[in-house]
C-alpha cells in the first residue's frame, strides 16, 4: 500500500472535492470485474472517488484497504459511503501535489492569538 504524506494528503483531498463518484460498489461487495474497473479508472485519471452501497462500516474500511493493497494505490479519505483513492502514474502525471504554503519567517499563531482574532 503506497502512504503519503499529511501535506499531500490535504492537497489531495482538495483536489477531490470537486470530483463525482467514477465507481459503484453494489451489493455483491467487491467482485473481480469492479476491482478491474477501479484499477481502469487509476490508470486513466490517478485520483477517483468511489460509492459504496453496503451500510456496514467495517465492511466499507476493509473494502478500502483491500482495494489500496492489491492495487498499491493510497487511501486519501473516506467519508461515509465515499471512498478517495489515489495512485500515481508516470505516464499520465495528470495529477500535481502542491506543498502547502508557508509563512516566510513568521512563527504560527498560538490559540490564545487566535482566538482574540
Keep these: 500500500m503506497l502512504s503519503l504524506t499529511v501535506a499531500e494528503r490535504l492537497a489531495l483531498k482538495g483536489q477531490a472535492h470537486a ?36 451500510d456496514d462500516r467495517d465492511a466499507r474500511t476493509a473494502m ?15 467519508i461515509g459511503k465515499i471512498l478517495v483513492v489515489y495512485q500515481p502514474n508516470p505516464e499520465a502525471h495528470l495529477v500535481e501535489i502542491k506543498k502547502m504554503p508557508r509563512h516566510k519567517g513568521k512563527k504560527p499563531l498560538t490559540k490564545k492569538q487566535l482566538g482574540s482574532r
Design 19 to 54: 470530483l463525482k463518484p467514477v465507481v459503484m460498489i453494489g451489493n455483491a461487495g467487491l467482485t473481480e470485474s469492479v476491482m478491474k474497473e477501479i484499477a481502469d479508472s487509476l490508470k486513466r485519471h490517478e485520483l477517483i472517488k468511489i460509492r459504496v452501497l453496503s
Design 64 to 78: 478500502l484497504e483491500q482495494i489500496c493493497t492489491a492495487l498499491n494505490a493510497a487511501p486519501v479519505q473516506r
